[in-house]
């Protein structure tokens, strides 16, 4: 079923692509011939009969009798409607089963592909593969397949017949057919390069679409909608100049085959007539030849017209189908790779190297984690903390060093049996839009329901799941919608615990929760630790002080190790991170939250302030809750507000490229509170982000009855201006 994607694929590349995709059902194919062979025998019968009728019935000597060709032409009018529907029912199997064999294989590759793969190919553009994509193919080499093969097999029952009936004229009908196939032969490349790259541009409108509706709670607080017609209307205006040209480039090879067929009728019919006036041929041999060049000029035509263009189109579907099916796999089984025996947990980072699309991310990282141990992996964000999880997952595979555990690089055991002893919870944990029960088995398929239900017992939500209405059996909606987040977090750990694994591997998981929900399923996550291996990759140091030790990731390695007293003791990097979130006090919803004096006098442009001042401060910072995918605001827009992110995650847009991440303690738009200037950058949530703000007329009005404050402030914001970063 792979092929490797060409420039442009002609009408030939074409049907080589059909005969591969025809191949598994050669037999039904076979069947689907004779029967097109049944209905092409009737048509050329009809027009034979015309000659006997004309030539001799009419002519008075009845040879062979009138009823006897009738009756033979009822007999074969029978048989080709019984083929021809017969033919009907074979094509659409057909059509059916060929339509299954790409979409399985598309999605079979889906399964196997890496996670790279996701991360740059847009959600829009796989879809497309699936419907639009799939839907041209269908249509170009199953069901326009089947008219071309009928056209041919007509053309190469008929033309021996015409030159039985006249050879003159039918030589010159076989010089000017192959003329015109090489005229479409020579106009069907450009065609095929702009219906490529009109299906790009579908692909854009449906990746547009797609996002205006995950978009739409920010679209209707911002009131966007004006900047969103606008965006989509430069797309579809895209779409559909790179229709007009698809289709005109289409409909041109089919209209020039066809002015040809038109041309060589004409130029028959004229010759035929004066050859018959002459006495060169029959009355019945003109009848029956012209007959016979209607149908020969009608297969040509769908040949032209129809079948060509058909194949075009499905041309530009196919060569991004095979784009998709020729994405490399970059991590697999190896040849020699086998099943790892039941694993005790221990964990080994050997001088790991690796980067993402050529961006160095660990860069020798050394880390040893013995069985059972309690692990948490933090650092700012880009440190490389997910990464470790990542690679043990075998989500991607390292560039230098090993992964190991209990001694055996990952890379020697099989997928299956590396995963299946693992448990993960991520911090967006999706679940399927089918029973709570269901939900909790996909871990594994096999588990019985008492199982299940002890799984969701120790991750405490089984009281919760009895109380509903339908119990194990509610749905979870699409996404896991019908529940909260910490609902959707304890199924998955209920899910995750259900393989009793032996390395359970936490990814953020509480770091999207309100600070009473968060601490809950931390508690619960530690109950459910023992005689485990867990490592807990957290942004949020406050969720890894019970952990038996604490591992600290500065680009790409390990840099400080301990718990959680001897690393503050020491005074490094955990130490500074964790004086960047101390300091705030959150309401149990998440939604408020207060900075405290010491902390807010750590901001370097506060350093300067005498405490009275700073105390002060203090009341006038606003709490603010951003959904994910929220704008705080975008570049270009007026700056009059500091912000502190006190829970959560945003992202930093330059020029459309994310350039950088904040997180818990870190702080943007200072100099709003100096410089009536407008914003450089867009700042998005990642996550559903808690932050306070201050505005630039509460910060002066504290500060217009002290000029050397303000006078030293904005000195030390002078010196931020030009430091390096």
Do not use: C
């Amino acid at each position: 079923m792979k092929n490797s994607p060409s420039a442009h694929l002609g009408v030939l590349a074409m049907l080589g692509r059909a005969r591969a995709y025809w191949r598994p059902y050669k037999g039904l194919g076979a069947a689907l011939v004779v029967l097109l062979l049944l209905q092409q025998a009737f048509t050329t019968g009809l027009a034979v009969s015309l000659k006997l009728i004309v030539d001799n019935v009419l002519a008075g000597t009845n040879d062979p009798p009138l009823s006897l060709i009738l009756i033979g032409l009822t007999v074969g009018y029978v048989l080709a409607a019984g083929a021809s529907l017969a033919g009907d029912m074979l094509e659409s199997k057909a059509t059916a089963a060929i339509t299954n064999d790409v979409r399985r294989h598309l999605f079979q590759h889906l399964q196997r592909l890496g996670m790279d793969f996701y991360t740059r190919m847009p959600l829009g553009d796989i879809l497309a593969r699936f419907s639009s994509d799939l839907g041209v193919l269908r249509q170009g080499l199953t069901r326009r397949m089947v008219e071309g093969v009928l056209s041919v097999l007509g053309l190469l029952v008929n033309l021996p017949v015409l030159f039985y009936l006249e050879w003159r004229l039918a030589l010159l009908t076989s010089v000017a057919v192959p003329l015109m196939v090489l005229v479409v032969g020579r106009m069907t490349p450009r065609a095929a390069d702009a219906t490529y790259v009109m299906k790009k541009a579908e692909g854009d409108v449906l990746n547009a679409v797609q996002e205006n509706v995950r978009a739409q709670p920010v679209i209707k607080a911002f009131g966007l909608h004006t900047l969103a017609m606008q965006r989509f209307h430069e797309e579809i205006d895209a779409l559909a100049k790179t229709s007009i040209r698809s289709g005109f480039l289409i409909s041109l090879v089919g209209t020039a085959s066809a002015l040809g067929v038109q041309s060589v009728q004409l130029l028959i019919t004229g010759i035929g007539a004066w050859m018959a006036f002459r006495g060169d041929m029959t009355a019945g041999s003109l009848v029956a030849f012209l007959s016979l060049l209607t149908v020969v000029s009608k297969h040509t035509y769908d040949i032209s017209k129809r079948v060509v263009p058909a194949l075009i189109r499905a041309s530009s579907g196919v060569r991004r189908i095979e784009e998709l099916l020729n994405a490399p796999v970059r991590v697999s089984d190896g040849a020699d790779a086998a099943r790892l025996p039941p694993l005790t947990g221990a964990v080994r980072f050997d001088d790991v190297r690796f980067g993402y699309e050529e961006t160095p991310v660990l860069n020798g990282l050394d880390l040893e984690i013995t069985a059972g141990q309690t692990v948490a992996v933090v650092g700012a964000s880009g440190s490389g903390k997910s990464t470790v999880l990542n690679l043990l997952l075998r989500f991607y595979d390292v560039d230098g060093g090993a992964v190991r555990i209990d001694g055996t690089d990952v890379r020697e055991g099989t997928l299956d049996s590396l995963r299946g002893q693992m448990g993960v919870v991520f911090q967006d944990n999706f679940l399927f839009n089918t029973s709570l029960r269901e939900n909790i088995r996909m871990a594994r398929l096999d588990a019985t329901d008492d199982e299940v239900e002890e799984a969701a017992r120790r991750a405490e939500i089984d009281a919760l799941i009895q109380r509903l209405p339908e119990g194990y059996d509610t749905l979870a909606g699409e996404g896991g919608t019908r529940l909260s987040g910490g609902q959707r977090q304890r199924v998955a750990i209920a899910r995750a615990l259900l393989r009793d694994p032996v390395v359970l591997l936490l990814d953020e998981a509480t770091s999207a929760l309100d600070p009473a929900t968060e601490s809950a399923i931390n508690d619960t996550l530690m109950r459910v630790a023992t005689g485990r291996t867990v490592i807990s990759v957290t942004h949020r140091l406050a969720s890894a002080v019970g952990f038996d030790r604490i591992v600290v990731v500065d680009e790409g390695r390990v840099v400080e190790q301990g718990t959680h007293a001897e690393l503050l003791a020491q005074g490094g990097e955990y130490a500074r991170l964790w004086a960047k979130q101390d300091g705030f006090q959150v309401s149990a919803d998440g939604r408020r939250a207060r900075v405290d004096a010491e902390r807010l006098a750590a901001i370097p442009i506060f350093s300067v302030l005498d405490r009275p001042t700073v105390d002060a401060l203090v009341p006038r910072f606003v709490s603010e809750v951003f959904a994910a995918d929220d704008v705080v605001f975008e570049a270009g827009d007026a700056g009059d507000r500091f912000y502190v992110v006190v829970r959560g995650k945003v992202e930093v847009v330059v020029g459309g490229e994310v350039v950088a991440h904040l997180e818990d303690g870190d702080i943007f738009g200072e100099m709003a509170l100096l410089d009536d200037t407008t914003r450089n950058a867009t700042i998005r949530a990642r996550t559903q982000t808690l932050t306070i703000s201050l505005g630039r007329d509460d910060f002066h009005e504290l500060l217009d009855s002290s000029p050397q404050m303000m006078s030293e402030v904005e000195a030390v914001a002078g010196r931020r201006r030009t430091s390096p970063g």
